[in-house]
């Protein structure tokens, strides 16, 4: 059974960073592309950042690009979010979310992943 398991969400003041992480287990994703996604009240879940396995290409929503930094460690079989100038309008329930094919097509859209996991809360504060 695949789970994906987040950490690392908190409170953070704006300007501040904070670090994600997603543990994957049941399968590996080395050739799999991963992805964070957020979702904030009243909003729908939207796109953050994309990564296909062993790193060969990420793919930013324009609102994160030059702030956000993903990554993953396919050795863990761990996907991680580097979130640096946090701003306020970050501020959502993180997803972490694979895709089940071996491709290293990079996907915005939500219904081209098929694991995710159960979400982490990043709040930031004015």
């Known amino acids: 059974q695949v789970q994906l398991i987040e950490s690392g969400g908190g409170l953070v003041q704006a300007g501040g960073s904070l670090r994600l992480s997603c543990a994957a287990s049941?399968?590996?994703?080395?050739?799999?592309?991963m992805g964070w996604f957020r979702q904030a009240p009243g909003k729908e879940r939207e796109f953050v950042a994309a990564?296909?396995?062993?790193?060969?290409?990420?793919y930013y929503d324009d609102s994160v690009k030059g702030r956000f930094a993903i990554s993953i460690n396919n050795a863990k079989n761990t996907l991680y979010l580097q979130m640096n100038s946090l701003k306020p309008e970050d501020t959502a329930v993180y997803y972490c979310?694979?895709?089940?094919?071996?491709?290293?097509?990079?996907?915005?859209?939500?219904?081209?992943?098929?694991?995710w996991g159960q979400g982490t809360q990043v709040t930031v504060s004015s």
């Open positions: 990564v296909s396995g062993r790193s060969i290409g990420t």
């Open positions: 979310a694979a895709r089940s094919s071996d491709t290293y097509y990079l996907t915005r859209v939500t219904q081209d992943y098929r694991y």
């Open positions: 049941g399968r590996t994703f080395s050739r799999n592309v």
